[in-house]
């Protein structure tokens, strides 16, 4: 593997073990947890690194977010028909298929 590919590689390993270790430090009494919609950014900006897409689910504290992730891209907002969520809707990058082959979404109760 090439020098910067491996650096590449290894600094998004660090970033995944930082929000692995994220929930673990809120839950000790560190600070209040994540709103879902900053917990839905960390997990869409991990989908968008192909090679640590299967830990994404580990950014993501309150499996109720993963519901309203899956509620937002499952029903795509059109700004002309309805109004859309105030916070906007899930990227448009994220699609459900991609979503259901992920481990926490395979189980996933809403």
């Known amino acids: 593997m090439a ?5 590449a590689v290894l600094a998004v390993a660090v970033v995944v ?17 994540e709103s879902c919609q900053t917990q839905i950014m960390y997990f869409t900006n991990c ?9 994404c689910c580990s950014v ?8 309203q992730l899956k509620r937002e891209v499952a029903v795509p907002c059109v700004r002309h028909r309805r109004k859309c969520p105030v916070n906007g809707p899930a990227p448009p990058a994220v699609k459900l298929a991609e979503l259901q082959r992920l481990p926490c979404f395979k189980t996933l109760k809403c």
């Open 3 to 7: 020098p910067a590919k491996l650096a």
């Open 17 to 33: 073990c930082a929000f692995a270790a994220a929930p673990a430090a809120a839950g000790a009494g560190y600070g209040a947890p």
């Open 60 to 67: 993501v504290e309150n499996a109720q977010c993963l519901c």
């Open 47 to 55: 989908l968008a690194r192909d090679e640590i897409r299967a830990q």
